[in-house]
């Protein structure tokens, strides 16, 4: 049992660079790096969605997304659509309709790599209480 919740933050921040670095390298075929996989995702969950929501769901900062999604729009994985006002919606492109589904597996399947011997898996108490501070933090 673990009593030291920095210990579990360390943790978590282990998980994270082994995903990112290894998401690196299988994502680069699709000219993606794992943030903007990341944004393509959470567009794709989420059709009409807005760069700040996008920016507060992944917490990270508006001039990284910005860059981010101008090169998918470059690539035809996302598109802008007028909102009200200044805002800019954000959909799947043709082609980000195509590489979406391929990124969500390739991230589906590391993590049950990582956690088939383990018998963490997506009901367990740990990814419930994982979501939970994510919720409260990004405030959905």
Request: with cysteine.
């Amino acid at each position: 049992m673990m009593n030291d919740l920095g210990k579990l933050a360390q943790n978590i921040s282990v998980l994270h660079r082994k995903f990112y670095k290894d998401m690196n390298v299988k994502y680069q075929k699709y000219h993606l790096n794992p943030t903007a996989s990341c944004i393509l995702l959470m567009v794709d969950d989420n059709p009409g969605i807005i760069q700040k929501e996008i920016c507060d769901g992944l917490v990270i900062d508006k001039a990284l997304a910005t860059r981010e999604i101008n090169k998918m729009q470059d690539m035809d994985y996302i598109q802008k659509e007028s909102g009200s006002g200044r805002t800019v919606k954000l959909t799947l492109g043709a082609e980000g309709k195509k590489v979406a589904p391929k990124i969500r597996e390739i991230r589906k399947q590391w993590w049950a790599e990582k956690f088939a011997t383990t018998g963490v898996d997506e009901d367990s108490q740990l990814v419930e209480g994982i979501q939970t501070v994510v919720k409260t933090i990004t405030g959905e």
